[in-house]
T-cell receptor
Framework: AQSVTQLDSHVSVSEGTPVLLRCNYSSSYSPSLFWYVQHPNKGLQLLLKYTSAATLVKGINGFEAEFKKSETSFHLTKPSAHMSDAAEYFCVVAKMDSSYKLIFGSGTRLLVRP | GAVVSQHPSRVICKSGTSVKIECRSLDFQATTMFWYRQFPKQSLMLMATSNEGSKATYEQGVEKDKFLINHASLTLSTLTVTSAHPEDSSFYIC?????????????FGPGTRLLVL
């Protein structure tokens, strides 16, 4: 079965310091993995996606994630946090059975301190 | 970029009434639209998948007679919460998959916050 686990419900960093949001996945086949960001009153925005090409995926706004099969992880990182990065982040895995579905993790709220 | 709108953005209704939420793809055609539900401080849960011109496919545990979905055109899907009760209060989010791309590409609406009194 496809699932994702986000290990931290909240992460707090200072502006200018690195960001690490952790995600582990479970999949019976080679997964398609995504990170989405949700800002208040805005639709979810795709940050990046992994679909079995390069294991290091670069996304928008300086974010990147590395697919590590041996660790079943897909952690999201950014070298330097901005205040505008404060939002809810979701790790997502695609599931294909009778139809295509996105399975969302529980979310991590990123707080950025000035 | 692809834009998905939802209307209304928030709605308050009395228990027992029905509420319709619209999801529109503004600059692309969407053969498939998805409806999600998000409770406070929780993740998104897929409710149903709707394909243009056919019946929606509901996830296990979602009452199809309570959450009516219509996808009559390639740019519009509607979710009607019938005989709403306070436990139906939630944040409802739709997404749309462009006909020109695979379903991995979904664009999300801003959501509709429903409060049932």
């Amino acid at each position: 079965a496809q699932s994702v686990t986000q290990l931290d419900s909240h992460v707090s960093v200072s502006e200018g310091t690195p960001v690490l949001l952790r995600c582990n996945y479970s999949s019976s086949y080679s997964p398609s993995l995504f990170w989405y960001v949700q800002h208040p009153n805005k639709g979810l925005q795709l940050l990046l996606k992994y679909t079995s090409a390069a294991t290091l995926v670069k996304g928008i706004n300086g974010f990147e994630a590395e697919f590590k099969k041996s660790e079943t992880s897909f952690h999201l990182t950014k070298p330097s946090a901005h205040m505008s990065d404060a939002a809810e982040y979701f790790c997502v895995v695609a599931k294909m059975d009778s139809s295509y579905k996105l399975i969302f993790g529980s979310g991590t709220r990123l707080l950025v301190r000035p | 970029g692809a834009v998905v709108s939802q209307h209304p953005s928030r709605v308050i209704c009395k228990s027992g009434t029905s509420v319709k939420i619209e999801c529109r793809s503004l600059d692309f055609q969407a053969t498939t639209m998805f409806w999600y539900r998000q409770f406070p401080k929780q993740s998104l849960m897929l409710m149903a998948t709707s394909n243009e011109g056919s019946k929606a496919t509901y996830e296990q545990g979602v009452e199809k007679d309570k959450f009516l979905i219509n996808h009559a055109s390639l740019t519009l899907s509607t979710l009607t919460v019938t005989s709403a009760h306070p436990e139906d209060s939630s944040f409802y989010i739709c997404s749309a998959a462009p006909a020109s791309e695979n379903q991995e590409t979904q664009y999300f609406g801003p959501g509709t916050r429903l409060l049932v009194l």
